[in-house]
């Protein structure tokens, strides 16, 4: 019996030890002021840790300055390099990910151990709104949502951003904004039940100057479901190019039914000589306004050549811009 009780014992240390390695690895264990034993979850009495409280980066002290990245977009090596080019380190970095994916957990942890806020951009291409807000994709959204509260670090999930514009499947056009709703509403719903509550809700509609005739307020999925307003929109010559000409008119729009706050989640400059001059509008512009959170710059190539590191003027613009002591701070 002796060594019985002593074979069980050395497997229970054994198991122990690898439980607290991954738990370090995945930074589970609480620590910094996002970990409280206030925050909800089943931390009484189950040795799980408690879910971050994400309500310090809800209302954070500086500013986000953010980047979506092409490639792996939050390898360090890769941040380092826009860093060092732009002369700040990004806080906030931008995850694409379809909505048949799973969670990129590597990424996010990836993101938050090198100080930044890591946000998913949750694109249901295939399945349809309406199918979302029945169920039909109840258990792969709980999959989901149990992968971001067993990683347990802080991040920003916007779910079929630019619901307002016709150029994706689950846009205004091919769908009922009550569909929109309902889907947004279900999937809140499971991410509750799963307890992943490290996370922040931003509503991501499209600068409405495009598409004036879709309103907004019927797709808002209402203040219960959301925590931030995420706006998208581009500076292009033939489009709206100052900060207020682009961004205000979803402002004011949006002050009608909620007093949440914004964050530009994604936003570029086409290129050309008057690109400096927006990336000024777009730094100048987030920093003055106190109901904006922050920016985040798509630095990629897609519907037009937005990535800017080629472009001296352009870099030396977002340098000096982010150079202001609005913009960063570490995530934590």
């Known amino acids: ?26 930074d589970l264990t609480p620590q910094g002021p996002g970990f409280s034993a206030l925050a909800g979850g089943p931390a009484a009495g189950s040795g799980t840790a408690p879910a971050f409280d994400v309500s310090h980066l809800m209302d954070p002290s500086g500013k986000y300055f953010g980047v ?18 732009v002369g700040k ?21 990836e993101a938050y151990r090198n100080g930044a806020l890591p946000v998913i951009r949750w694109e249901p291409f295939k399945p349809k709104l309406e199918d979302i807000a029945a169920g039909a994709q ?26 307002n514009g016709g ?54 999925p209402g203040d219960e479901y959301v925590d931030w307003i995420g706006i998208d929109g581009y500076f292009t010559r033939k489009g ?6 682009l961004f205000g008119p979803t402002k004011r729009q949006v002050r009608g039914f909620t007093d949440k706050p914004f964050l530009i989640v994604e936003t570029g400059a086409e290129p050309g000589d008057r690109r400096p001059e927006w990336i000024r509008e777009l730094t100048g512009g987030v920093a003055d306004d106190e109901d904006m959170l922050g920016f985040v710059y798509f630095n990629q190539n897609g519907s037009a050549r937005w990535k800017i590191d ?4 352009a870099i030396g613009a977002l340098r000096k811009g982010g150079a202001k002591k609005v913009y960063g701070f570490t995530v934590r």
Not at 89 to 108: G, R, V, W
Not at 138 to 151: K, S
């Open 167 to 220: 150029w994706y499947s689950w846009g205004a056009t091919k769908n009922e904004a009550g569909d929109f709703v309902a889907a947004w509403r279900r999937i809140h719903g499971l991410f509750e039940k799963a307890d992943a509550t490290n996370v922040i809700w931003a509503w991501t509609p499209n600068v409405v100057n495009p598409v004036p005739r879709v309103k907004l307020e019927p797709l808002y």
């Open 1 to 26: 019996m002796r060594t019985k009780h002593l074979i069980a014992g050395a497997v229970l240390l054994s198991l122990a030890v690898v439980e607290f390695s991954v738990a370090r690895d995945l």
């Open 138 to 163: 109840d258990a792969y959204i709980t999959r989901f949502a149990t992968a971001v509260r067993t990683l347990n670090v802080p991040i920003v999930l916007t779910f079929a951003h630019e619901m």
């Open 240 to 245: 709206k190019n100052t900060y207020d000409a």
């Open 89 to 109: 380190k990004p806080n906030m970095l931008t995850i694409f990910e379809s909505f048949d994916d799973e969670f990129a957990a590597s990424q996010a942890r």
């Open 310 to 313: 080629q472009d001296r003027a």
């Open 68 to 85: 979506a990245l092409g490639g792996d977009a939050t390898a360090p090596d890769n941040v380092a390099a826009y860093a060092e080019r």
